[in-house]
């Protein structure tokens, strides 16, 4: 979705998709739909190797990144990721590792760190509260315990929850947030494999019953987090949105094709201004959908104060416009597009997963007439 | 309005009499329907309810009560439609034969067209086996490279003396794979404009060289079929119409499934009733009840499913009145075509990420993910919006026609510029 | 919008077309845009005297209609009258006849409902608290005082409000709300004339400041008048839905004739896709109007216990395509669309005000979830 | 990035002298703006405004600042680009010449396209008036029966020796009776294809024969004019490119119309800065601020507007790197023609039908009603949106041409079958 690449990032992105086309191309993950992880053996080592969950993390720290823009090679590497529709945790694995490097981590959790940076070991991220009136999500409460805490509550959908040995669970106690790492075999904390729509995806339904955790698992400050799980939340989203970038191109142009070589009537269906004005309609959706999602990528990059409006747009923009798309595809390819053997229903559905996770497009919008404090 | 609709005639006397016969036999010997009937899918239809339906039809046809308003010389009754639609009244109490969408293509679509382009010699010898429920019939329309343009079949017939070979491919045959015959459509002049070079054959599913495939559907089920056609000998006396004629034939069908002649879409519907039921229960679930936008969603697909009621209504009851037009049905078509993707989205937005996972199993959580797949099948399936959208400018509104490239060009010239375009005519 | 008439309604559509044919055709009406009152010299009487404004109202009290069905007949001349957008009282003076002869008038309100039905009052409907929510309209009040009430507050947008003698006031009293017949000159009254969007009609914006009226103007009973002002609302909704109908029938074959007469590369414009498909939309969405528009008028006819719902369907549905419709068709006319002297404008206007009054779309969606215990 | 533009030459060289020698100047001479600059309308420019708009031109002319980058041989100063936008950075805090619209069909399409296509004998002559302010330039373009359809042109020229007879109409000139000259687009020849038989000329505004009236609008302003040729003498000297070439100098006309080689288009916006100020208070007239409906449609708006903002940006950077198509612009101009109508009515939405009366005179409350009336000028004028979308579709998708009806027979053949239509071609 950049138009211009560094050296370095031109690199990284054919050494990715090098990767995904002989690791797991998509008759790969097509053939693991039925599988408990969805991803192949040995695959996150793989891709550890190649530095995936290491971006956000300083060298120091076990981590490190081609070009010293982590956010940029981290959303080029989710868009080249949402081209092949790729399994596994890559947005949760990024958010979590960010968290950790930034909140001085205790020694324990900069271990963890590093075996999140060398795929090691799953984390994924347990938004909890902090998008909690995006959904019928409860929400997560932390309540004192002694020296310990407690943990309760319930997180409906959290992306690779089966695949994860541990989590970064953001719960609210009293008026603040407070963020816990917190490994899943832990007594009340109950993980539920769900079947779900996007089946190149895994998700679970997580239940804290009373789950008490000691208070070396909290993660930086105790409290006041507002403003790290905000830069978490604006992570999660512009890679969210760069693997959708990556699926709706490739999903555009596979139906670009075919409208060039399916004949009817004599001609080709592309000639046919019915079709015609529907692709260039979705052209103009998603070459938009690219630009607002450069300038988010860029804004978080940059830490800029509208960072987040910005993340919201974007969001908001490529969660509908990507519906449209993927429904608009659907419709010129036909009946063809309805059967299991097809690649779109693949793309329509993981499309449609992102939009709705980590807040719909209504949620983002109302977020940005909070932001202007209206 | 009886009088405007022509169609009462003097055999539609003693309608009373014959619906208290009907309700009579009806309460002796069809089991009571247990809740609202649902048709079937293909999951539904296994072998055992397959069997037991089939036992039901003949049940029916040796009581007298199997094509009642078909002609008497081939197995029917001969009476009117008010006798038969007497019957389906008194019917709709009882636990009718149901073979899903094939009882839709064998007794409304395929049949209806075989009567009226049909030889007798075949109608005789065949219709019998329709009514006894020994021939379900399904239809070898679309191909996998004619979809909406159906008059550009290339599946192949042959002459061969007093027989044809069929060589080609089928798709989208609605389970056909349960069917014991199909009406299929083959090319039989390659030299002529398209629409000039069609005939229809009878085909039985068990023919010799045809394979029949259900093809895995996006929402894991498999209603359709695809068909494969390799050296199928089909007797001439199994054609249906005339050779080369088979677009008038076509023609008649197209009109049969968008439902021409069903007794009851004239009927407007009293009121809106209640809001649609699983979407008020996807709000609750979400916590989403008191939420403007939630309730707009709510009140947005209540809304439309009334006005696609009394829109069906409508247009039902200008076709009665002597308005109709083949663009009509296209309208029906179109609505639906255009809110069911809509709704189906709707649904989604209201239920939220949650809504579309669920524990393994639980269907009816399923429930909002599946609509949403199967959305766009209604503005695709049976004529896409685009072509309803044709239909209604050119037929209804009366626009110029779009300019053709293939109409009037001999049919196998059509196929050799389509993969070597020039551009413009 | 109906299919079939009967001959009695035929007659009565005949003789409505012709006369607004030879009294106020659309030429008419476009030489009026900036006079004061909007209508010609006369035009009130002379279409009192075809029973205009006594379709609502029992023959023993100075009314009558066709048909016996007065709300068909109303509907149907609303309908008419949208066709060549008709200026002037129409459907303010059938809701407010409608209210006083169901009220049981006093015999000064007798009187002057009589006077209504000649034509020679006018009074229109200030729906105030009833549709309070459906704009900035803050409400009207009033307060017992002695044995007179005072009635405070505004209403910002009054339908044919520059017009009026009468005023037909919903204020809320209490929990409840109540009805007043209200002389427009009275001391505390000011109408002030609005420029508006749509120049064929007139607004005013109604300001009541303590004004005092005695209590022989309280209409029908004191307080518990919900159910006649959501009869009311049903009757203003289902006129003006009617008169949108008509104008989008016409704007719409205005279009349909022009696209096939307009010729662009070489052909008729209609012959394009882009052109057709659009057409083909349009059609839908106004066929689809006629059909639950139609229900509306049968249930509010008919008195059906649904019959509010079906209004507020027909409303929001009408509201919304119709000016889906009047902008595609400013599309297909492209820039002869755009000059004054072209009838479309004038068509637009009216639809889209229309679409606001009395309710926009998402009020009357709002409303359909309460109706349903939401 | 400036190696890959090959805009820099070496005329470049100095532009921080030229820059401060510029500010320098402006500082003394120009008076300051004061406020935001906003494009005067037609209503605006009443003689007064236009005359000392005309003086200020003269000024820049006479110091040396008028056609920076234009020839030194027609008057102008050979100078680079980056000069010329050296100094329009610096003026931009000053009070410059501004006629409108006439600024931008002058300087930014008419000239530039007479300077590519125009005769030198010509451009000495016409150049030096255009830099001194006695020439403004309008576009003698669209006619009545052409709209989309632009090589489609009827306006006949007829030679007589050395010079031609104009005869027809021309329509949305913009501001054309505020110009000095126009430039129209003629049929020279009937008889080849349309593309092939266009020639363009300069015509004095006060031609004999021309009249020129402006267009009541339905905001009910007039900047749009229509043009009556009856009989206008042209000599041969003022006519623009070659003899029956003139679709090459519309081309263009139509690249430069659409923007190309504005300065600043690809500089990315910073961010999306404040929400629209006039619909927040709409929404605070209303009391609808807290309703959630309204915050999606405010942030909706909001969004849409930054939106267009990085794609314009985008699109030009893509300009930029070379991989410029003629369809690209259509990207910026569609979406505009999309959401300027959506944006339009949403603001309608949010303030509902108070926001649409007003008391006599309040034009800041009318405001919301002429957004809605202009709303679709943008999706219309300059290209509609279906024009937009073929050039997507062809130019940047690389989908088939329409096939065409008229583009490879003679032109007087298609006009007369245009009115007696056959249907298929």
Redesign the interface.
């Known amino acids: 979705m950049e ?2 690449l560094t050296s370095d990032q031109e690199l990284l992105r054919e050494s990715t998709s090098r990767f995904i086309a002989g690791r797991c191309p998509l008759t790969t993950v097509r053939g693991l739909v039925d599988s408990h992880t969805g991803v192949p053996e040995g695959y996150l080592r793989a891709a550890a190797d190649l530095g995936w969950f290491a971006l956000m993390v300083p060298e120091e720290q076990g981590g490190g990144n081609v070009s010293g823009d982590g956010v940029r090679d981290a959303a080029l590497i989710a868009e080249e990721r949402g081209r092949a529709l790729q399994p596994g945790p890559f947005v949760s694995m990024n958010v979590v590792a960010a968290a950790l490097a930034a909140s001085g981590p205790t020694e324990a959790q900069a271990a963890l760190l590093a075996a999140l940076c060398r795929g090691e070991t799953v984390a994924t991220w347990v938004p909890g509260d902090a998008t909690a009136d ?5 929400g997560i409460t932390a309540t004192p315990a002694g020296r310990d805490f407690e943990l309760s509550g319930q997180a ?2 959290v992306q690779d929850g089966t695949l994860a040995d541990w989590l970064l669970v953001t719960a609210g106690s009293g008026d603040d947030l407070c963020q816990f790492l917190v490994r899943v075999v832990t007594p009340g904390l109950s993980v ?7 089946i190149t995806q895994r ?1 679970a ?1 997580v239940t804290f019953d009373r789950v008490r955790v000691p208070t070396g698992s909290v993660v930086g400050e105790r409290g006041g987090c507002r403003r790290v799980v905000e830069r978490q939340l604006q992570l999660a989203c512009v890679l969210s949105t760069a693997e959708t970038i990556g699926a709706m191109d490739v999903l555009f142009e596979m139906t ?1 094709a075919y ?2 070589e399916r ?6 269906i ?8 529907q ?3 979705m ?2 959706s998603l ?2 959908g ?3 999602a ?2 988010a990528v860029r ?1 978080v990059q940059a830490e ?3 960072a987040g ?2 993340v919201s ?1 974007a969001k ?2 490529v969660g509908d416009t990507g ?1 449209d798309i993927a ?1 608009g595809c ?2 010129i390819f ?2 063809i ?5 097809h690649d ?2 693949l793309f ?1 559905r993981r499309i ?2 992102n939009s ?2 980590f807040g ?1 497009p ?1 949620w983002h ?2 977020r ?2 909070r932001m ?1 404090g ?1 | 309005m009886g009088a405007l609709d022509g169609r009462s005639d003097a055999s539609s006397d003693g309608v009373d009499d014959y619906r208290r016969r009907a309700r009579a036999w009806l309460t002796t010997n069809l089991p009571p329907l247990e809740g609202a009937a649902q048709r079937p899918t293909s999951e539904d239809l296994t072998p055992e309810v397959m069997a037991a339906n089939r036992a039901l039809q003949r049940k029916l046809f040796e009581a007298g009560y199997a094509g009642i308003s078909w002609p008497k010389e081939y197995g029917g009754h001969g009476l009117s439609s008010a006798h038969e639609g007497a019957f389906l009244d008194e019917a709709s109490a009882f636990a009718m034969p149901d073979f899903g969408a094939l009882s839709a293509t064998t007794f409304d679509i395929c049949v209806p067209t075989m009567l009226t382009h049909g030889a007798p010699e075949f109608l005789r010898r065949f219709i019998p086996k329709v009514l006894s429920g020994d021939a379900l019939v399904c239809q070898f329309f679309s191909e996998p490279s004619s979809g909406s343009d159906l008059a550009g079949a290339r599946t192949r017939a042959t002459r061969d003396g007093d027989q044809w070979i069929l060589n080609g491919q089928k798709v989208w045959s609605t389970l056909a794979h349960l069917a014991d015959w199909g009406l299929c459509l083959t090319r039989t002049d390659w030299d002529v404009p398209k629409h000039r070079g069609l005939t229809w054959f009878a085909v039985p599913c068990d023919a010799p060289g045809l394979t029949i495939r259900p093809i895995r559907q996006i929402n894991e089920t498999a209603e359709f079929c695809e068909d494969f056609f390799d050296d199928v000998v089909v007797p001439d006396t199994d054609r249906i119409g005339a050779l080369n004629e088979g677009w008038a034939v076509t023609q008649t069908m197209l009109v049969l499934e968008r439902g021409a002649g069903r007794r009851d879409a004239a009927i407007p519907p009293s009121g809106p009733g209640p809001m649609p039921e699983e979407l008020v229960s996807l709000a609750q679930r979400a916590g989403r009840l008191a939420d403007p936008l939630t309730r707009q969603r709510l009140a947005r697909v209540h809304t439309t499913d009334f006005v696609g009621r009394v829109l069906t209504a409508r247009i039902a009851e200008m076709g009665r009145l002597g308005e109709l037009n083949p663009g009509l049905a296209s309208y029906v078509k179109l609505f639906r075509g255009t809110y069911t993707p809509i709704r189906a989205r709707l649904a989604v937005e209201i239920g939220g990420g949650p809504a579309m996972i669920w524990e393994g199993g639980d269907a009816k959580r399923a429930a909002t993910s599946l609509a949403y797949l199967n959305g766009r099948s209604a503005s695709i399936a049976g004529g896409t919006n685009e072509m309803q959208r044709n239909g209604i400018a050119e037929r209804a509104l009366g626009m110029p026609r779009e300019p053709s490239f293939d109409a009037h060009r001999p049919f196998n010239e059509v196929v050799r510029e389509a993969q070597n375009p020039k551009g413009t005519p």
Chains 1, 3 share one sequence.
């Open positions: 138009l211009t995006a959904g019928a999500d409860g409906d959908l539920v494999p769900m079947s779900g729509h996007d998700f339904a670009r409208a060039t004949t009817a009537f004599g001609r080709a592309g000639s046919f201004q019915a079709v015609k004005h692709l260039a309609d052209s103009l070459e938009a690219k630009a607002i450069v300038a804004a800029q104060h509208d409006e910005i747009m908001a923009w519906i429904q659907f419709q036909g009946g597009g309805y059967t299991w053997e779109l229903h329509l449609t997963m709705l996770l719909q209504d919008r109302e940005i007439c202007h209206l």
